[in-house]
């Protein structure tokens, strides 16, 4: 409810925001913003059940998938609450051409596992937690140095955090 009535004002500030505008973008907002942020959120909740319930990668997967599909729906969108303090590069961040999403995840698995808890973790780098990070992590392409599990849990506890 939030969002509709931060994006319904945004559009009644705008003078450019003619009746028909307005018109197409309630449409828009109540057929797909607001159904595929709601998506993306309950499928971020199951997936953080998911691990905390057991956080090997072949069971967590199929959420995993759901939950990127969902991301997919919404992520060409830049306005809303994915926005806020850059948080869809922290759901995604992609391209990684220097690979520093694994080194960062590679010294938080063998690392001091304080900076898994759900205090600092969101403080480690962008490039280690959202979906791109999870995805290094039940998606290996090569043996992780240490059991993910502690970290996979961490990840899959932010990524609903967006939304409050």
Not at 27 to 55: M, N, R, V, W
Request: charged share 15%; hydrophobic share 50%.
């Amino acid at each position: 409810m939030l969002l509709r009535s931060v994006l319904l004002s945004l559009c009644f500030a705008a003078p450019f925001c003619a009746t028909p505008a307005l018109a197409d973008f309630e449409q828009t907002l109540s057929d797909h913003i607001l159904p595929g942020y709601a998506a993306f959120a309950a499928s971020t909740q199951a997936l953080a059940e998911a691990a905390a319930k057991d956080c090997k990668a072949e069971g967590l997967k199929p959420a995993f998938n759901t939950a990127y599909d969902a991301w997919l729906g919404v992520q060409h969108l830049r306005f809303g609450p994915a926005e806020v303090d850059g948080l869809s590069v922290a759901i995604a961040f992609w391209p990684d051409p220097k690979g520093s999403g694994a080194k960062a995840q590679r010294a938080l698995l063998l690392g001091d596992p304080a900076q898994l808890s759900p205090e600092h973790f969101p403080d480690q780098s962008v490039a280690a937690r959202g979906l791109t990070g999870l995805e290094r992590l039940l998606y290996p392409a090569e043996p992780l140095p240490a059991d993910p599990c502690a970290l996979i849990q961490a990840t899959t506890l932010v990524l609903p955090a967006w939304q409050s």
